[in-house]
C-alpha cells in the first residue's frame, strides 16, 4: 500500500490567517492526490481532485499543489467555518489511502 | 443530488458477521461513472477504504480485509452492502458508504453507521 503522512497533525490558527498543510505520498502517484474537509460528526467532503482542481463549489480560498511524492493544501484567509480536520488521499492504485488528518483548530 | 441512505445494526457481537446496506436515490447503481464502496473510521482516527463494487458486480478490495469481506450490488433495487465477517473490537467504527467517481474521488458519502463490536 502507499503510506500518505500529512503534517502537521494539528494546529492553531486565527481567522484571517494562512494555512498550508502537506501531504507527502511513499511513493510518486503523479497528481492523483485528493484533499477532503471533515467537520465534527460529519462524512468528509471533496475540495480538490488531482492535486489542484477545485472541486465544484467550494471557495477559491481553498487551493492545492504539488505533484510526485509531495503536496500542498493551502487555505487563504482562514474562515470560521474552515476549523476542521483535513485529510489528502491518493487514487493512484489500489487501496486508496488517506493521511492522518490535520486538525485545524481555533 | 444523489443520497445514500445506510441500514444495519449499530452493535454486533464478537466474531459475528457485521451487515450492512446501502440505499441509493438521485442517481442508478447501474451507472458506468461510478462505484459504490465502504470506508471506515474508528472514533477518533482515520480514514480506511475498505472496498468497492462495480454495477457488474466486480468488487475491489483492501488487501487487509479481503479475507472477511463480501460486497454485492442488486441495481434492480439500487442498493448495495457489505458483509464483514469474524468481528472483533478492532473493527469498532464509523462505517461509511461511499459513491466513488472511479479511480478517482469519493464524491458522495453515507450518514455513517457507528458500529460497536462488544458482547
Known amino acids: 500500500d502507499i503510506q500518505m503522512t500529512q503534517s502537521p497533525s494539528s494546529l492553531s490558527a486565527s481567522v484571517g490567517d494562512r494555512v498550508t498543510i502537506t501531504c507527502r505520498a511513499s511513493q510518486s502517484i503523479s497528481s492523483r492526490l485528493n484533499w477532503y474537509q471533515q467537520k465534527s460528526g460529519k462524512a468528509p467532503k471533496v475540495l480538490i481532485h488531482a492535486a489542484s482542481s477545485l472541486q465544484s463549489g467550494v471557495p477559491s480560498r481553498f487551493s492545492g499543489s504539488g505533484s510526485g511524492t509531495d503536496f500542498t493544501l493551502t487555505i487563504n484567509s482562514l474562515q470560521p467555518e474552515d476549523f476542521a480536520t483535513y485529510y489528502c488521499?491518493?487514487?493512484?492504485?489500489?487501496?486508496?489511502?488517506f493521511g492522518q488528518g490535520t486538525k485545524v483548530e481555533i | 443530488q444523489v443520497q445514500l441512505q445506510q441500514s444495519g445494526p449499530g452493535l454486533v457481537k464478537p466474531s459475528e458477521t457485521l451487515s450492512l446496506t446501502c440505499t441509493v436515490s438521485?442517481?442508478?447503481?447501474?451507472?458506468?461513472?461510478?462505484?459504490w464502496g465502504w470506508i471506515r473510521q474508528p472514533p477518533g482516527k482515520g480514514l480506511e477504504w475498505i472496498g468497492s463494487?462495480?454495477?457488474?458486480?466486480?468488487?475491489y478490495f483492501n488487501p487487509s480485509l479481503q479475507s472477511r469481506l463480501t460486497i454485492s450490488i442488486d441495481t434492480s433495487k439500487n442498493q448495495f452492502s457489505l458483509k464483514m465477517r469474524s468481528m472483533t473490537a478492532a473493527d469498532t467504527a464509523v462505517y461509511y458508504c461511499?459513491?466513488?467517481?472511479?479511480?478517482?474521488?469519493?464524491?458522495?458519502w453515507g450518514q455513517g453507521t457507528l458500529v460497536r463490536v462488544s458482547s
Open positions: 488521499q491518493q487514487s493512484y492504485n489500489t487501496p486508496p489511502t
Open positions: 461511499t459513491r466513488e467517481r472511479a479511480g478517482t474521488t469519493v464524491d458522495d
Open positions: 438521485g442517481d442508478s447503481t447501474s451507472s458506468s461513472d461510478y462505484y
Open positions: 463494487v462495480f454495477r457488474s458486480g466486480g468488487t
